[in-house]
């Protein structure tokens, strides 16, 4: 199957005008029945909005991928394969999607839908797509699959987390899945692989959309959030195409390439990293790494004294420094461990800057 770049567009398009068209629809379900964030004390809104918007991430990924593969199959005469792995990545995606819906509509503990995650989770090693080879990272090459298997389900349960809970201001997880789903639609598409280039530019096409009614609609207008049906889903497919993209098995994944894991490391650290402090400080406080609070970075640079939008900028302006610095110190043929760690000591800097800052004002 060879891909080009009106495939891309189509892709792109399609998603995009799909979603444009259907989150009008989605505000108005909102309103009819009142399906509303509500504002509380740890938010940063102030008053009730709709909050469905990721509801159309998946089907718009879905109609955005099936017109492309139209296209492109329907051009070359064949007949597109179904695999196994895909109908259960599907069903694990579609897991997780409805766990989202329902949380958005009823509510749901944040044990219940962990115990759910980890069921979906566990799809990916049964689709032998896992994490096989830390890449030279601290000396270690390959693993054992007693290893890969949780460290794989961890990774994935991590990614989808840091996706939903660094949804916490207008813009921030949409334009940061953009910028990540954007660079995994350009890196499948030079390793020659179509299917996930069509996957991350469908669901860039519905986050743009998304973007738009986020970010610049109005209270009381067309103003919408994703909700954990969208954070979820973003972060489940985000977990797929990292793990995909980094896996050396030219069986299941793709010849070895030195640089993938740092790469998929690259993308998703930013949130990662949030979360894992966040955990850990809750831990050290004595409290539920699930109990919500006010510590994540978007806060904590709010609490500067900035607002949303400035504090979307400082956060978009971090990630791309990460990846600027990790590919010149890649070139420059620093080993990967020591990448990682000038990445955390960089993160940490960062966060102690600014919370030095709010004590001062």
Known sequence: MNLNYIHIIIAFLTSLVFSLIGTPFIVKICNNHGLYDQPNNRKVHKEAIPRLGGSLFMPSLGVGVAVTLAVVY????KDFDITLSAIMMAIGSLLIYLIGILDDLNGMKAVHKFIIQTIAA???PLCNLMINNLHGLFGI???PIWISYPLT???ILLIVNAMNLIDGIDGLSSSLSILILGSFAYLFFMLNSPLFCIISTSLVGALAAFFIYNFYGK?????IFMGDSGSLFLGYVIAYLAIKYQMSNECNGFPYREESLLISFTLVFIPCIDVIRVALQR???GKSIFEADKTHIHHKI???GLDMHQALAVILTLF???CLINYGLYVGNLQMTYIILINILVYSLFIWIVTKFKAQI
Do not use: T
Request: proline letters at 0%.
């Open 74 to 77: 329907g051009s070359l005469q």
């Open 122 to 124: 566990l799809v990916f």
């Open 141 to 143: 090459y390959e693993i």
């Open 153 to 155: 389900v961890f990774v």
């Open 219 to 223: 209270v009381g207008g067309l103003k």
């Open 283 to 285: 831990k050290f406080n």
């Open 302 to 304: 709010m609490q500067m």
């Open 320 to 322: 791309i420094s990460i």
